[in-house]
């Protein structure tokens, strides 16, 4: 009988003190606000393109956290679907071609003498980087400009070009290496030739 | 020579000095053609001072620096500007950058020159600016320019100036020549930032493969006066690495992310101690420097004097470059130098050594293996990395560890790829990790900015919708308002034609405040009076003050009163009727208060009968004096005040008639008995009505001879309310009709009256002088308007359409405003027609017909995209409409050809 | 004249993985001629026989990875993986024993795993622990040194005969002649005798221990050879040796009839080939040399407690193969101070 009541007792004990436990640390490591929200807007390229079918990043972020698929976001393309995947510990799966391709990086330009000034493009970048106003030409800021396309559609007379942003000598990296295996893979083909022509 | 510490790491490559020493420096040829790079240093690159055609002399500057970190560019001889533009630079991306074409003329021709006489006696400042003209950048390979690190010395306290001159990679012997022959200068160079920089301590080091170049410094320092130490290191790669020159001679460790003055200490490259020399005692701004030339390729190993933008060809055929064996050309040293493909590109005031290798010589490097962690790199590392898991990472893509394992206190020195054992190339790696991680984190920020921007945009986009809402209800509101004060008006007119009320009100507030005020003065000069506390003198005068101030303010507003009312030269007509009013209803209450009294028997019906009988007389006397203002107004002439109450007592004659008439209505359609009666009432409201109707016109008449626009405004508004109601009523009888109310005939009749009424009105209207205005208006079709009523008409005919089909609405409608639509739409063609004719005549608006033209194009190319997408079926239809684009484009394209 | 650009820096050190390991075969060539010279041609059988094998597997899943069959080869990492298993094999094993050995080694422990650099464990250490395990009667059976049974010159079972043992042709039984147990299985299995009794009763102990010392000191030539060399650094062997010096120094002090003294402990079993051959392994031991030195240390501590309390005569293979599993662990807290920070970093990230 006595052992039954030790038993019971000593449950009791641990119920006890694991409980006290589990209340420290759910005061002691409070999370505060939806931080996966804000951890996945974080990883989102913020072009605000809208091209994933919602209105802008953050309400795709949310809808992530919703648990939407994560591969509708064609700017951020496989690395941000990576970097989500990881971060939420999911598969990682290819783009949805359903919202668009991965494209490299560009800003739009206006081509001054054909715009006709109508401001159709100002209300339809998201941040704000189009200067102009009535009837006068419009030009891109091109450091503010996400290359979200939103403004091409509208432009009544087709003079935005989105223009891939080039290579300079300031924003030129050294490309990674080619993995060895891969160079040795090819020994019999291309890896010889290659080192024919180094020769 | 003091003692030496020891770095970690470090590796002994062949040395392959000697080859390039047998020979002392010499001249190298004059180039024909000069390319300058902006952008020879770290920082903007610099600003280009000439164009094309100008002609320039040896040491004339032709680029300004361009900011804080930037350096300036000389013309290295004399020439032409042949032109500026795109050129390959020396960067190991072989990419192009802007430069400078000049076309050496031969003859040398320096622009006037002068050194410093005693750059001791010049302030600081103004000799860091000489040397930042002088556009002197780093000389030993980065690049940095030399001018900000000169400056160091106001903001950090420099102890230790350390001179480079380990050159510890090999092959490279530049600084080595350049301290055998010109050990003079550049004790001169040192004596200059050190007279700038004020170190308490200057320390030389070298590696211990160059006894010669430290005997002739150690001759040229015999005379010097500064604390001048020359520490020779053993030889190993890389000690000529700025921080692990400064850890072999200090034992001090620059912190990762800081810079050496951050721990008071400051390095310069023998040849930028030189370069200083140069510019301060000759006045030579930086255009040679000294370039090694070897490599197994070369019949003729050496060093050159060489201009900047020289082109590596000229230098290589010098050497007797075997075309046969050259393999690799390589800009700097072996170790951290970039090979490049192309002999055309220029030296620069950082390049300072050519390697042209054979192919035994730098041997490809053979196909990486896989890393075993065989852990040589992390032995050779200067910088205490783990070059084995930097590896891990920056293959594997995990840059963030790659980061936290000290990734970016990588100097890149190449000593982990040289002892690689499995070939791998580890430095490319790093390079290409960090850039990945600098990328990533700029576009980071970029993405933050963005959504930074995103989500003002979205604020502001609120802020104006909310805006716009608010000036929405505020329109509205004034709307009401002034509606109501239009009423206001017409009533208050007659009673204050002055326009005094505002003031008086203004004045009766102040006087109210006056009051309080003093009251609450009197109250506090009372309390304080019995707690018989201090001050009392103070707060009586405050109290006299505020009694002052409210006499003032009850006097100006008598004044004011007494004022407005003698101004206005008559009686305020609408106060005395108030007046003779509220004195009749007290009047009535006191009477009734009396009855009540008597009735009971009470005690006080004295009182109150005195009261009733003061109360009389004063109802009395308003009421008289209501009477003669009155009259003495009509008798002075009927004015504008009393024409508008007539009219609204008119108006409110109107109204009762018209409720009673719709009293009778009801009761007759009820077949009520009291109809009759009813009618009764009715006709004699309707006598009143006329009454007043007849007063009115009266007053107006003689008030307003001429008809005013005023009158003819009011005249207008009647007509229109009028034909409103007639519409009103023609509908509500048609609904009758439709129902078959038996109430139809009745209100068939209402609608004649009204018509009739409405012709009246339209009448007087135009007695009035309306008509005079109304024509002009269709005189000029207005476009836009005529376009507005175009598009409204096509959206309410699409509406109609579209409830058509949907089951809704009638067939008839839609035809009807098809109709209305296709009308205006021919008048607004007819118009737009005319217009351009006009145009044409009188020039045409070129720039509308641009716009046309360029909507026409786009019309056509977005087209042609719906046509490449589309499938079949569309196809067909697609195609019409691209036709159709198409010769709309053409047509006005040739229209705008045909004015252009 | 056709330049080529390339990535810095353009000049390389001769040493290469192959050297490495070919250094590795040489450097074994002391302990090889000590094992053939007391335990007879056995040991060379197996060496060669472990390393064909090795090669046919080797070649053959480079063929099923699809990778040029001949570069990898010539990297003799598989040669090394062999050596190291025919050395740790009883000289008279049969050959379905090494086959199952080196098939475990090559094709599982370090293919498996992606290949040389990516195995996590040391894959002979691998196969032997296998071995042992699946086969301890096999693998228990050692071969007595020749000055145990003839008093009169070096007489060992013949080479043909060797060949006959192995590969099946001869019973086993023909051989109990030439096997006996291990000192370290002797010591073990001693009874009730002190060490000190087992050391005069035994016959191995008494008199075949020099046979195990001579061995080991051929190891240690060999290491000393490697670490002039520099193929590896002192670390990771003197620590092992060092910290297996001091447990067996501490307990034979402590109680010298229960515990053999620590110069058993260095010169029996694998303990020198284990220091110099296989805990030196870089792709499976610590990377900074903080690391290797706790690294050695807990195999010397592992080998001691393993050999002392555990079932187990041997304990180098479990001992290595525990520390592998540490090595990572190790790696994050053993990071070397950076030039220019204050202290060494920790872990894997900033968070971590």
């Known amino acids: 009988m006595s052992a039954v009541i030790i038993a019971i007792l000593v449950l009791l004990g641990l119920a006890t003190v694991f409980g006290i436990l589990l209340g420290f640390a759910s005061v002691r490591f409070k999370v505060e606000g939806n931080p996966i929200v804000d951890q996945i807007d974080a990883l989102l390229p913020q072009t605000q393109c809208g091209q994933c079918g919602y209105p802008g990043c953050r309400p795709y972020a949310e809808a992530i956290a919703g648990g939407d698929a994560i591969n509708k976001c064609p700017p951020g393309g496989q690395s941000t679907i990576e970097a989500l995947a990881d971060l939420l510990d999911v598969e990682a799966v290819p783009l949805d071609d359903e919202h668009g391709e991965e494209k490299p990086r560009s800003v739009a330009y206006i081509r001054e003498d054909e715009c006709i000034g109508c401001t159709k493009c100002i209300q339809a970048c998201p941040v704000d980087a189009i200067l102009g106003a009535a009837k006068q030409m419009h030009t891109v800021i091109a450091s503010e400009c996400t290359g979200c396309d939103l403004c091409v559609e509208p432009c009544p007379v087709d003079c935005i070009d989105m223009i891939p942003i080039e290579t300079t000598l300031n924003t030129w990296k050294w490309p990674a290496p080619t993995p060895g295996v891969q160079l040795i893979a090819t020994d019999a083909g291309r890896g010889r030739m290659q080192h024919g022509d180094a020769a | 020579m003091g003692h030496v510490f020891a770095f970690h790491g470090g590796i002994h490559p062949p040395e392959n000095k000697r080859q390039s020493t047998r020979k002392p420096i010499r001249q190298a040829p004059l180039p024909q053609h000069l390319v300058l790079p902006l952008a020879q240093h770290l920082g903007a690159p610099a600003e280009p001072l000439v164009k094309p055609g100008d002609r320039v002399l040896k040491g004339q500057l032709i680029a300004s620096a361009a900011g804080r970190v930037s350096a300036a560019l000389h013309a290295p001889t004399s020439g032409v500007i042949s032109s500026i533009g795109p050129y390959p630079v020396p960067h190991a991306s072989g990419m192009e950058g802007t430069c400078i074409m000049l076309e050496a003329d031969g003859e040398e021709r320096w622009i006037e020159h002068q050194g410093l006489a005693d750059f001791r006696r010049m302030p600081k400042s103004e000799l860091i600016d000489f040397i930042r003209n002088s556009g002197i950048a780093g000389m030993g390979g980065a690049g940095f320019p030399t001018d900000v690190k000169l400056h160091l010395g106001e903001d950090h306290i420099v102890n230790t100036l350390i001179i480079n001159a380990a050159e510890c990679e090999p092959y490279i012997t530049a600084d080595d020549m350049l301290m055998r022959e010109r050990a003079e200068d550049i004790v001169a160079g040192i004596e200059v930032i050190a007279h700038l920089l004020e170190p308490s301590h200057i320390l030389i080091g070298t590696e211990d493969n160059k006894p010669q170049a430290v005997r002739a410094l150690e001759k040229a320092l015999k005379g010097c006066k500064l604390n001048i130490d020359i520490r020779v290191v053993p030889t190993k790669y890389p000690s000529g690495g700025e921080k692990q020159l400064i850890k072999l001679l200090t034992d001090v460790e620059v912190p990762s992310g800081r810079i050496p003055a951050d721990v008071g200490i400051v390095c310069q490259n023998v040849g930028t101690a030189y370069a200083i020399a140069r510019a301060v005692r000759h006045g030579e701004p930086l255009i040679s420097r000294i370039v090694t030339l070897t490599g197994d390729a070369l019949g003729q190993p050496q060093n050159f004097e060489t201009l900047i933008g020289t082109p590596y060809q000229l230098l290589l055929e010098a050497s007797r470059v075997s075309d046969r064996k050259l393999y690799r050309l390589v800009v700097g040293g072996p170790m951290m130098g970039f090979a490049v493909d192309n002999d055309q590109i220029p030296v620069i005031k950082t390049t300072n050594c050519l390697i042209a290798s054979t192919y035994d010589e730098m041997p490809p490097a053979p196909p990486a293996q896989e890393c075993i962690r065989c852990g040589l790199c992390e032995q050779v590392c200067p910088a205490e990395l783990l070059p084995q898991q930097l590896y891990w990472f920056a293959k594997g893509r995990e840059l963030d560890k790659a980061k936290h394992h000290n990734l970016f206190d990588c100097i890149e020195c190449g000593a982990c790829s040289y002892v690689c054992s499995s070939y791998i190339p580890l430095v490319q790696y790093y390079r290409n990790a960090k850039a990945e991680i600098r990328t990533e984190e700029a576009e980071q920020r970029k993405a933050e900015h963005a959504r930074q921007r995103f989500e003002a945009r979205q604020a502001r986009l609120e802020a104006e919708k909310a805006e716009k809402e608010a000036r929405r209800k505020a329109r509205a509101e004034e709307a009401a308002r002034n509606q109501a004060k239009k009423k206001d008006q017409s009533e208050a007119v007659a009673a204050a034609p002055s326009g005094g009320v505002g003031d008086l009100k203004a004045l009766k507030t102040a006087a109210a405040v006056a009051r309080t005020k003093l009251k609450k003065a009197q109250k506090a000069v009372d309390s304080a009076r019995e707690s018989g506390s201090g001050d009392l003198a103070a707060l009586e005068s405050e109290l006299q003050q505020a009694q002052q101030k409210a006499d003032a303010a009850q006097q100006a507003l008598d004044a004011a009163e007494r004022g407005d009312a003698q101004a206005a030269g008559q009686p305020d007509l609408k106060q005395l009727k108030t007046a003779a009013a509220v004195a009749r209803t007290k009047l009535k209450q006191a009477e009734k208060a009396l009855k009540n009294a008597e009735d009971k028997g009470q005690d006080g019906v004295e009182a109150l009968r005195a009261t009733v009988q003061q109360l009389t007389a004063k109802a009395e006397a308003a009421q008289q004096a209501y009477e003669t203002a009155e009259k003495g107004e009509s008798a002075g002439g009927a004015d504008t005040a009393k024409v508008a109450e007539l009219k609204a007592d008119m108006d409110a004659a109107r109204g009762k008639v018209e409720k009673a008439q719709k009293a009778l209505d009801d009761a007759i359609a009820s077949g009520s008995p009291a109809a009759e009666k009813m009618k009764a009432g009715v006709e004699k409201l309707q006598g009143k009505y006329e009454d007043a109707r007849k007063a009115w016109e009266a007053a107006a008449g003689t008030a307003q001879p001429g008809a005013s626009p005023a009158k003819l405004a009011e005249l207008k508004a009647d007509m229109h309310a009028a034909g409103a109601k007639v519409e009103k009523a023609q509908k509500a009888l048609d609904d009758a009709i439709a129902s078959g109310s038996p109430a139809a005939e009745k209100m068939k009749a209402g609608v004649a009256k009204l018509q009739g009424k409405y012709n009246e009105a339209h009448k007087a209207w135009l007695d009035a002088g309306g008509e005079a205005q109304a024509p002009t208006q269709t005189e000029k079709p207005d476009l836009k308007a005529l376009k507005q009523q175009v598009s409204i008409m096509r959206t309410k005919l699409k509406k109609a359409e579209k409830a058509l089909e949907e089951g809704e609405g009638s067939e008839a409608e839609v035809q009807e405003l098809r109709q209305r639509h296709d009308a205006a739409k021919a008048e607004l063609d007819g118009a737009e027609q005319a217009r351009i004719a006009e145009a044409a005549a009188a020039g045409v608006d070129l720039k509308q017909l641009q716009i046309d033209a360029a909507l026409a194009r786009a019309a056509v190319t977005k087209a042609e995209r719906a046509l490449g997408k589309a499938g079949d079926d569309d196809r067909e239809a697609l195609r019409q409409a691209l036709q159709e684009a198409n010769l709309k484009a053409e047509e006005l394209n040739q229209t705008l050809s045909r004015f252009e | ?352």
């Open chain 3, 1 to 352: 004249m056709a330049l080529i650009r390339s990535s810095s820096p353009h000049l390389h050190n001769a040493g290469s993985t192959p050297k490495i390991m070919r250094l590795l075969l040489i450097a074994a060539l002391p302990g090889i001629a000590a094992m053939t010279f007391f335990f007879g041609w056995g040991t060379l059988i197996q060496i060669g026989w472990a390393m064909l094998l090795a090669l046919g597997f080797e070649a053959a899943v480079m063929k099923l990875r699809r990778r040029p069959v001949a570069f990898y080869l010539r990297d003799s990492s598989a040669l090394v993986t062999a050596l190291l298993l025919g050395l740790a094999l009883p000289p008279f094993s049969p050959w379905w024993l090494t086959l199952v050995g080196v098939f475990v080694a090559i094709v599982i422990a370090k293919h498996l795993y992606g290949g040389l650099g990516n195995n996590p464990f040391n894959p002979a250490m691998v196969a032997y622990a296998l071995l042992l395990v699946s086969f301890p009667v096999d693998m228990t059976r050692w071969t007595a040194p020749f000055v145990l049974h003839a008093d009169d010159g070096w007489q060992v079972l013949g080479l043909i005969d060797t060949f006959k043992v192995i590969f099946g042709a001869l019973d086993h039984s023909a051989i109990d002649a030439f096997t006996s147990a291990t000192p370290l299985d002797e010591l073990r299995h001693r009874g009730g005798l002190t060490t000190e009794e087992a050391f005069r009763e035994s016959r191995v102990l008494a008199d075949g221990v020099g046979a195990w010392h001579a061995v080991a000191a051929a190891y240690f030539m060999g290491g000393v050879f490697l670490l002039y060399r520099k193929v590896f650094t002192w670390h990771t062997p003197l620590a092992m040796l060092g910290s297996l010096a001091a447990i067996s120094t501490l307990f034979y002090l402590f109680a010298p009839d229960n515990f053999a003294d620590p110069f058993f402990h260095l010169t029996m079993g694998a303990t020198m080939l284990g220091a110099f051959f296989i805990a030196t392994d870089p792709v499976t031991a610590a990377t900074s040399n903080r690391g290797k030195l706790y690294y050695g240390a807990g195999i010397g501590v592992l080998v001691y407690v393993i050999r002392t309390w555990g079932s187990y005569p041997d304990a180098v293979a479990f001992a290595v193969l525990l520390m592998n599993l540490a090595a990572p662990f190790i790696d994050q807290y053993t990071q070397p101070r950076t030039y220019g920070h204050a202290k060494p970093k920790r872990g894997l990230k900033e968070d971590a």
